[in-house]
């Protein structure tokens, strides 16, 4: 829990800091705090947290530099409506930005939504 804090933290006093002005959102974001599984590859898992989530996307906190462009998969769990889901998506890294020695600032871009995992998305961004 503490480390949770430590991360909320940082991401308060940083996010001003880490979001383009010129950025053009197209879908409304809910700001959170959870863990995210982050996964490189099939051998390679990161513990992270994700801080917001929209139909477009997701901001994590990776302990790692990850590249522009570079494919991931994130694991999560959200709660909408009294309900628990646990979600995987894929998504593209747009942006990475370090805000500490071992913590990024990562944007990231999903890659694909099925309709329910777009509605449940939808339901957590009310």
Not at 58 to 85: D, F, R, T, W, Y
């Amino acid at each position: 829990m503490a480390r949770s804090n430590e991360v909320a933290a940082e991401f308060a006093a940083s996010d001003e800091l880490l979001i383009d002005p010129a950025e053009r959102r197209t879908s409304k974001r809910k700001v959170l705090l959870t863990h995210a599984d982050i996964e490189l590859s099939e051998s390679e898992m990161l513990s992270g947290h994700a801080v917001d989530i929209s139909l477009g996307g997701a901001g994590l906190i990776s302990p790692v530099l990850l590249k522009i462009g570079q494919e991931v998969a994130i694991g999560m769990s959200l709660s909408a409506c009294g309900m628990e889901h646990r979600i995987s998506l894929s998504g593209r890294v747009a942006y990475c930005v370090r805000m500490s020695i071992d913590r990024f600032r990562v944007g990231l871009q999903w890659i694909h939504l099925d309709d329910s995992t777009e509605a449940f998305i939808n339901a957590v961004c009310a």
